[in-house]
T-cell receptor, first 115, second 115 residues
Framework: NAGVTQTPKFRVLKTGQSMTLLCAQD?????MYWYRQDPGMGLRLIHY???????AKGEVPDGYNVSRLKKQNFLLGLESAAPSQTSVYFC??????????????FGPGTRLTVL | GENVEQHPSTLSVQEGDSAVIKCTYS??????FPWYKQELGKGPQLIID?????GEKKDQRIAVTLNKTAKHFSLHITETQPEDSAVYFC??????????????FGQGTRLTINP
């Protein structure tokens, strides 16, 4: 049981390049999330998904797109990377427990640098 | 929208002493308050949570208190140990039975336990 995994772990992009971050979970969780973590700002929600084929915007969605074609995978895309997107990106998943979703399980993160 | 403020940003305590981290939230509808611990190079991990119908919750050396009137909640760690050194995040969300859990995180507290 690997939990939540993220690919790649590190990436350096030039301004204007595109890339896709992959998140995979093997816990059969319904909900998946993408966050970015910047110094002094905690984690901020980019996009999330409530199930296969569905996505929704979070707190800071601009410049990112997502897709969830399979329940276990959640992809985060940057179409035209900008230096402001330099950050550590975390994926998380959760399930519907008694009274609603409870614990979010986080992946190890992807450190992205945009030059 | 919800805003969560966390203090202090850094905290240094002697091993064996207690540590307290405080958070305030703005949305009175928030009803779920988790605390996450993030070790270096890893994703955050849930350590304790509290719902708005409870004023205090304990789990061994860790406790969380909630004051709904003041919109304030705190993490208390007693008998601190070197392995407690990490970054701690508070968060707030609204649980509505079913649905994605859109957490709003505080800015984080870097806790250092001095031997």
């Amino acid at each position: 049981n690997a939990g939540v995994t993220q690919t790649p772990k590190f990436r350096v992009l030039k301004t204007g390049q595109s890339m896709t971050l992959l998140c995979a979970q093997d816990m059969n969780h319904e909900y998946m999330y993408w966050y970015r973590q910047d110094p002094g700002m905690g984690l901020r929600l980019i996009h999330y998904s409530v199930g296969e084929g569905t996505t929704a915007k979070g707190e800071v969605p601009d410049g990112y797109n997502v897709s969830r074609l399979k329940k276990q995978n959640f992809l985060l895309g940057l179409e035209s990377a900008a230096p402001s997107q330099t950050s550590v990106y975390f994926c998380a998943s959760s399930y519907t427990g008694t009274g609603g979703t409870i614990e979010q399980f986080f992946g190890p993160g992807t450190r992205l640098t945009v030059l | 929208g919800e805003n969560v403020e966390q203090h202090p940003s850094t905290l240094s305590v002697q091993e064996g002493d207690s540590a307290v981290i405080k958070c305030t939230y703005s949305d009175s509808a928030s009803n779920y308050f988790p605390w996450y611990k993030q070790e270096l190079g890893k994703g955050p991990q849930l350590i304790i949570d509290i719902r708005s119908n409870v004023g205090e919750k304990k789990d061994q050396r860790i406790a969380v208190t909630l004051n709904k009137t003041a919109k304030h909640f705190s993490l208390h760690i007693t008998e601190t140990q070197p392995e407690d050194s990490a970054v701690y995040f508070c968060a707030a969300s609204i649980l509505r039975g079913r649905g994605a859990q859109k957490l709003v995180f505080g800015q984080g507290t870097r806790l250092t336990i001095n031997p």
